[in-house]
Protein backbone atom coordinates (compact mmCIF):
# COMPACT_ATOMS: atom_id res chain seq x y z
CA UNK A 1 0.00 0.00 0.00
CA UNK A 2 1.36 3.47 -1.17
CA UNK A 3 1.39 6.06 1.65
CA UNK A 4 1.79 9.74 1.04
CA UNK A 5 4.03 10.91 3.51
CA UNK A 6 7.15 9.63 1.97
CA UNK A 7 6.92 8.96 -1.82
CA UNK A 8 7.95 12.36 -2.98
CA UNK A 9 11.68 11.25 -2.91
CA UNK A 10 11.06 7.97 -4.99
CA UNK A 11 7.80 9.66 -6.70
CA UNK A 12 10.22 11.94 -8.18
CA UNK A 13 13.03 9.40 -9.28
CA UNK A 14 10.63 7.43 -10.82
CA UNK A 15 9.09 10.10 -12.71
CA UNK A 16 11.86 12.02 -14.14
CA UNK A 17 12.93 8.29 -15.26
CA UNK A 18 9.80 7.86 -17.57
CA UNK A 19 9.64 10.95 -18.82
CA UNK A 20 13.31 10.75 -19.72
CA UNK A 21 12.68 7.20 -21.84
CA UNK A 22 9.48 8.33 -23.08
CA UNK A 23 10.76 11.45 -24.45
CA UNK A 24 14.03 10.08 -26.21
CA UNK A 25 11.99 7.63 -27.61
CA UNK A 26 9.14 10.30 -28.92
CA UNK A 27 12.18 13.12 -29.94
CA UNK A 28 9.00 15.96 -28.85
CA UNK A 29 10.74 19.13 -27.53
CA UNK A 30 9.61 21.72 -25.27
CA UNK A 31 8.33 25.28 -26.77
CA UNK A 32 8.32 28.45 -25.35
CA UNK A 33 4.03 27.46 -24.36
CA UNK A 34 5.28 25.73 -22.14
CA UNK A 35 6.18 28.63 -20.04
CA UNK A 36 3.31 30.24 -17.07
CA UNK A 37 3.95 30.66 -13.55
CA UNK A 38 3.11 28.30 -10.88
CA UNK A 39 0.27 30.38 -9.31
CA UNK A 40 -1.20 30.79 -13.42
CA UNK A 41 -1.19 26.96 -13.05
CA UNK A 42 -2.99 26.65 -10.35
CA UNK A 43 -5.64 28.80 -11.34
CA UNK A 44 -5.66 27.27 -14.73
CA UNK A 45 -8.31 24.08 -13.62
CA UNK A 46 -6.06 21.19 -15.37
CA UNK A 47 -4.62 20.44 -18.85
CA UNK A 48 -6.92 21.46 -21.78
CA UNK A 49 -9.95 19.12 -22.36
CA UNK A 50 -10.43 18.86 -18.55
CA UNK A 51 -8.67 15.77 -18.23
CA UNK A 52 -9.33 14.58 -14.90
CA UNK A 53 -10.72 10.81 -14.78
CA UNK A 54 -11.84 10.62 -11.02
CA UNK A 55 -13.78 13.95 -10.94
CA UNK A 56 -13.02 17.76 -11.92
CA UNK A 57 -10.38 19.82 -11.37
CA UNK A 58 -12.20 21.55 -8.44
CA UNK A 59 -9.98 23.85 -5.62
CA UNK A 60 -12.53 25.87 -4.06
CA UNK A 61 -13.38 22.98 -1.70
CA UNK A 62 -10.24 21.79 -0.91
CA UNK A 63 -7.27 22.33 1.32
CA UNK A 64 -4.12 23.00 -0.79
CA UNK A 65 -0.55 21.75 0.94
CA UNK A 66 2.71 23.58 -1.57
CA UNK A 67 5.72 21.43 -1.85
CA UNK A 68 9.22 23.52 -2.94
CA UNK A 69 10.51 19.65 -4.46
CA UNK A 70 13.86 21.13 -5.96
CA UNK A 71 14.17 23.60 -3.20
CA UNK A 72 14.73 26.51 -5.81
CA UNK A 73 12.13 28.60 -3.57
CA UNK A 74 9.20 28.15 -6.01
CA UNK A 75 5.92 25.60 -4.97
CA UNK A 76 6.10 22.60 -7.33
CA UNK A 77 3.47 19.97 -5.60
CA UNK A 78 0.38 20.79 -4.17
CA UNK A 79 -1.81 18.61 -2.29
CA UNK A 80 -6.05 18.51 -2.05
CA UNK A 81 -7.39 17.75 0.79
CA UNK A 82 -10.92 17.72 2.00
CA UNK A 83 -11.95 16.82 5.67
CA UNK A 84 -11.67 13.53 5.08
CA UNK A 85 -8.64 12.17 2.97
CA UNK A 86 -6.06 13.88 -0.11
CA UNK A 87 -8.25 13.76 -3.28
CA UNK A 88 -5.23 14.81 -5.42
CA UNK A 89 -1.91 15.68 -6.29
CA UNK A 90 -0.64 18.26 -8.45
CA UNK A 91 3.30 18.14 -9.86
CA UNK A 92 5.51 20.11 -12.04
CA UNK A 93 7.68 17.54 -12.47
CA UNK A 94 10.07 19.47 -15.51
CA UNK A 95 9.70 22.57 -12.80
CA UNK A 96 8.83 25.17 -15.44
CA UNK A 97 5.64 26.42 -13.48
CA UNK A 98 3.13 24.53 -14.86
CA UNK A 99 1.40 21.29 -13.40
CA UNK A 100 2.52 18.00 -15.78
CA UNK A 101 1.21 15.28 -13.52
CA UNK A 102 -1.84 14.70 -11.87
CA UNK A 103 -2.49 11.89 -9.32
CA UNK A 104 -5.70 9.81 -7.47
CA UNK A 105 -5.11 8.32 -4.42
CA UNK A 106 -8.37 5.72 -3.21
CA UNK A 107 -9.02 6.34 0.28
CA UNK A 108 -6.38 4.36 1.59
CA UNK A 109 -3.87 6.91 -0.45
CA UNK A 110 -2.88 4.23 -2.92
CA UNK A 111 -2.52 5.74 -6.02
CA UNK A 112 -5.29 4.52 -8.20
CA UNK A 113 -4.46 7.05 -11.87
CA UNK A 114 -2.18 9.01 -13.13
CA UNK A 115 -2.59 11.41 -15.62
CA UNK A 116 0.92 12.37 -17.12
CA UNK A 117 1.92 15.47 -20.08
CA UNK A 118 4.58 14.31 -22.16
CA UNK A 119 5.57 17.01 -23.84
CA UNK A 120 4.81 20.11 -21.78
CA UNK A 121 1.82 21.25 -23.95
CA UNK A 122 -1.06 21.38 -20.88
CA UNK A 123 -2.71 18.73 -22.83
CA UNK A 124 -2.51 15.13 -21.17
CA UNK A 125 -0.57 12.23 -23.24
CA UNK A 126 -0.41 8.91 -21.04
CA UNK A 127 -2.95 7.45 -18.42
CA UNK A 128 -1.76 5.08 -15.89
CA UNK A 129 -4.44 2.72 -13.85
CA UNK A 130 -3.15 0.91 -10.87
CA UNK A 131 -4.83 -1.93 -8.41
CA UNK A 132 -2.56 -2.74 -5.46
CA UNK A 133 0.38 -1.16 -6.56
CA UNK A 134 0.43 -2.61 -9.78
CA UNK A 135 -0.25 -1.23 -13.49
CA UNK A 136 -3.26 -2.56 -14.76
CA UNK A 137 -3.99 -0.62 -18.20
CA UNK A 138 -2.27 2.12 -19.36
CA UNK A 139 -3.83 5.18 -22.40
CA UNK A 140 -1.28 6.75 -24.91
CA UNK A 141 -2.13 9.53 -26.60
CA UNK A 142 1.29 8.43 -29.34
CA UNK A 143 1.16 11.88 -31.43
CA UNK A 144 0.06 14.35 -28.28
CA UNK A 145 -2.75 15.35 -29.78
CA UNK A 146 -4.92 14.43 -26.39
CA UNK A 147 -6.82 11.80 -28.58
CA UNK A 148 -6.17 8.43 -27.02
CA UNK A 149 -5.39 5.79 -29.73
CA UNK A 150 -3.26 3.18 -27.88
CA UNK A 151 -4.32 1.12 -24.94
CA UNK A 152 -2.10 -1.46 -23.14
CA UNK A 153 -3.78 -3.82 -20.62
CA UNK A 154 -1.44 -5.73 -18.09
CA UNK A 155 -1.87 -8.89 -15.68
CA UNK A 156 -1.84 -8.61 -12.04
CA UNK A 157 1.84 -9.03 -11.95
CA UNK A 158 2.39 -6.41 -14.36
CA UNK A 159 2.95 -8.08 -17.46
CA UNK A 160 1.66 -7.00 -20.85
CA UNK A 161 -1.07 -8.89 -21.62
CA UNK A 162 -2.58 -7.25 -24.85
CA UNK A 163 -2.19 -4.14 -26.95
CA UNK A 164 -5.22 -2.30 -28.26
CA UNK A 165 -4.57 0.37 -31.40
CA UNK A 166 -7.37 2.74 -33.01
CA UNK A 167 -5.57 3.40 -35.83
CA UNK A 168 -8.06 4.61 -38.00
CA UNK A 169 -9.01 6.97 -35.15
CA UNK A 170 -12.81 6.66 -35.00
CA UNK A 171 -12.46 6.13 -31.29
CA UNK A 172 -13.14 2.15 -31.60
CA UNK A 173 -9.44 -0.13 -31.72
CA UNK A 174 -9.24 -2.09 -35.15
CA UNK A 175 -5.91 -3.46 -34.38
CA UNK A 176 -5.18 -6.15 -31.76
CA UNK A 177 -2.32 -7.61 -30.24
CA UNK A 178 -1.69 -10.33 -28.05
CA UNK A 179 0.91 -11.10 -25.32
CA UNK A 180 2.18 -14.09 -23.24
CA UNK A 181 5.23 -13.85 -21.01
CA UNK A 182 5.64 -10.04 -22.20
CA UNK A 183 6.22 -11.53 -26.11
CA UNK A 184 3.44 -10.71 -28.74
CA UNK A 185 1.71 -14.09 -30.11
CA UNK A 186 -0.93 -12.97 -32.13
CA UNK A 187 -2.82 -10.06 -34.07
CA UNK A 188 -6.29 -9.81 -34.59
CA UNK A 189 -8.06 -6.96 -37.28
CA UNK A 190 -11.42 -5.81 -36.95
CA UNK A 191 -12.73 -5.25 -40.44
CA UNK A 192 -16.49 -4.58 -39.54
CA UNK A 193 -15.83 -1.70 -37.34
CA UNK A 194 -17.66 -3.10 -34.10
CA UNK A 195 -14.52 -2.98 -31.93
CA UNK A 196 -13.81 -6.65 -31.72
CA UNK A 197 -11.33 -8.43 -33.75
CA UNK A 198 -12.48 -10.64 -36.90
CA UNK A 199 -9.28 -11.63 -38.64
CA UNK A 200 -6.23 -13.58 -36.56
CA UNK A 201 -2.82 -14.05 -37.51
CA UNK A 202 -0.55 -16.33 -34.74
CA UNK A 203 3.11 -14.99 -34.45
CA UNK A 204 4.71 -18.87 -33.14
Same mark, same amino acid.
Given at each position: ?????? @? !???? &???? &?? =??????????? *???????? !?????????? %??? *????????????? $??? +??????? *?? !???? $????? #???? /??? /?????????????? %????????????? &?? =????????????????? /??? &?? $? !?????? #?? @? +???????????????????? $? %?????????????? @? *????????? %????????
Amino acid at each position: MKNFRD @I !DGRF &LRRF &LS =LFASVMLVMMV *GCGDSAEQ !DAESALKSGG %PEG *GRARLGNLVKDDY $TVT +KVDLNGD *GK !DDQW $TYKDD #TAVK /RFE /RDMNFDGRVDMWQY %PDAQGDIVEEEMD &LD =LDNKVDLVVFYEGGVVT /RKE &LS $T !DFSGQF #TV @I +KYFDKKGGLLRVERDENRDG $T %PDVFEYYENNARVR @I *GWDEDGDGS %PDKFDNLN
